[in-house]
């Protein structure tokens, strides 16, 4: 092919920026037979002539910025904008700056979100930052992305929001104390359960659910600005009416006082020294970033967008803005309805403050709210994981079974090689575009992680093992700014908003590692057994002559 000025990644050879070189090919336009992707001349075999690695199976491009920005709302809204507030007031010396370290977390997400769009326009490809990193920093970057996200990432992530269903559901009903409870852990997986079942239908039934919970979750959240709102201008008519708070017309939004700590003893910030004080910024910053988690989940269905190019940065830059706002709206509420010593002490603020306001009947449908919160969360969340599976799966980094779209088990006389005519066999052809396999893997692995973990430690794992690829991930992308600046980029955000990124994501690994060894050196073994697989793997296809560029 003749070098052009302007070139993508998928046009030539590239060199890595760490590592020995590597060749990368990616496919012409394609077409798919029954969900199975094909060059457009119906031909497999003589892409691997080519140097291209034809994909074992793929999603038709069936999504456009409207349903991505539905997944990405579905998946971040979830029970942080609910959970976190407590965490956040106590770390903060004012409700002002905990409305201020909400603003920061949705900032740095959102710069995250436009680094991930710039990079997801200049380098085609499928399971979000594995092709970015495998581009930038060899194969055995992307692998490790693809292997911690695959067996770690997005399994605790499902485990943790099927844990907070059910404490949802409990709380609604009353019972408290049962976390660790093995009717606890059997409800948690039976919602899981129920959600990856959901999603192995099709997706076009995943995303209509997607957007009915992204329906649920606006109410909810209305629902509590409007109460909000309501209250102010009941106590501005009528400043003796008692109603909800007081707090909030009363004293300075901006005035240090004392906080509540979960153990019962408070904080004095005029006493706190400016370094302790950083500590505890940071521990706040912490929980508004679990808040917003998610962000960077809409690169990882691009494959499935008519025109990525496009819709990509547009669904990613009306809906982190949109999120941003309706954390900011619910946080600001719960300043008015609540008293301001209540908003540290409680971790379902939202419950407590309908029930102070309205009685304990409308906390039980608030209740019922956010758990539909989180059940969408989980919807969405899940429906990304099995395309993180699939591929890794194409990329031949995981076994070609989790690639295979549509159908349970392997593909039908699957000998090793794409053959798009096998899902039109009859009797065998796939009857979904579901990734059921893969959703399978990710299903029994959440299981697994419900059954031996608990929330807080699969919260600072999950925080690990994903900033440390982010990090890696926005770090290469500035580098490759330098280093290949006429690569084509149909999405080019200012540099500073990657390095402002790299900087504080780098802060944010190196201060969970520091805070939390334990997971540290469990997430350090996890990429170590993922090596030994990686090469165990590369030399059992060399003796099958089964070697790829």
Avoid at 19 to 30: F, T, V
Avoid at 484 to 509: A, D, M, N, Q, W
Wanted: charged content about 10%; hydrophobic content about 50%; overall charge neutral.
């Amino acid at each position: 092919m003749a070098p052009t000025e302007s070139r993508s990644a998928g046009a030539a050879e590239q060199q890595p920026l760490l590592g020995s070189p590597i060749r990368i090919a990616l496919p012409p336009p394609q077409v798919t037979v029954d969900g199975w992707r094909t060059a457009p001349n119906g031909d497999s075999g003589g892409n691997q002539e080519r140097g291209i690695i034809t994909s074992v199976g793929a999603f038709t491009r069936n999504l456009g910025a409207l349903e991505t920005f539905a997944i990405i709302i579905n998946i971040v809204i979830g029970s942080g904008v609910f959970t976190s507030p407590g965490a956040i007031d106590t770390n903060v010396p004012s409700p002002g700056a905990a409305l201020f370290i909400w603003l920061v977390g949705g900032t740095l997400a959102w710069s995250g979100a436009m680094t991930m769009a710039e990079l997801g326009t200049a380098i085609p490809g499928e399971g979000g930052i594995q092709p970015y990193l495998k581009y930038m920093f060899g194969d055995v970057f992307g692998f490790l992305a693809a292997w911690t996200w695959i067996i770690a990432v997005m399994p605790a992530t499902l485990a943790i929001l099927s844990i907070v269903f059910v404490e949802s559901v409990y709380s609604a009903v009353g019972v408290t104390g049962q976390g660790d409870s093995i009717s606890h852990k059997l409800g948690s997986i039976l919602i899981l359960a129920a959600i990856s079942t959901a999603n192995s239908i099709s997706t076009k039934a995943s995303t209509r659910l997607n957007n009915f919970f992204v329906v649920t979750k606006f109410v909810t959240i209305s629902a509590v600005v409007l109460a909000g709102i309501v209250v102010v201008f009941l106590q501005t008519s009528d400043p003796e009416r008692d109603i909800g708070g007081r707090d909030w017309i009363t004293k300075n939004w901006f005035a240090f006082r004392d906080s509540i700590n979960p153990d019962g003893s408070t904080t004095d910030w005029n006493q706190v020294h400016p370094w302790e004080m950083l500590g505890y910024s940071s521990a706040a910053l912490y929980a508004a970033l679990w808040a917003y988690s998610g962000w960077d989940k809409a690169i990882y269905i691009s494959a499935e967008l008519s025109q990525p190019a496009v819709q990509l940065p547009l669904a990613i830059n009306t809906a982190l803005p949109t999120i941003i706002l309706c954390f900011l709206a619910a946080n600001a509420a719960y300043y008015i309805l609540l008293p301001w010593h209540i908003v540290s002490t409680t971790d379902s603020v939202a419950v407590t403050a309908i029930t102070r306001l309205l009685g304990s009947g409308f906390g039980i449908v608030a209740a019922i709210l956010v758990c539909l919160v989180v059940a969408g969360s989980l919807l969405g969340n899940s429906f990304v994981a099995g395309r993180m599976a699939v591929a890794a799966a194409n990329m031949d980094w995981f076994p070609r079974i989790f690639g295979v779209v549509g159908r349970i088990g392997p593909k039908p006389n699957d000998n090793g090689t794409t053959t798009p005519s096998d899902s039109s066999i009859e009797g065998t052809k796939a009857t979904s575009d579901a990734p059921i396999n893969a959703l399978i893997l990710s299903t029994v692995l959440s299981v697994l992680y419900i059954l031996l973990g608990n929330f807080r430690a699969l919260l600072t794992f999950n925080g690990l093992g994903e900033f440390t690829f982010f990090f890696l991930t926005v770090v290469g992308a500035v580098m490759l700014r330098f280093r290949e600046p006429e690569l084509h980029r149909p999405y080019k955000p200012t540099i500073l908003i990657p390095i402002i990124f790299s900087l504080v994501s780098g802060f944010v690994v190196a201060r969970g590692a520091v805070f939390a060894p334990t997971q540290a050196v469990v997430l350090l073994g996890l990429w170590f057994l993922g090596l030994v697989f990686y090469y165990a793997r590369q030399w059992y296809r060399g003796l099958r002559g089964d070697v790829r560029s």
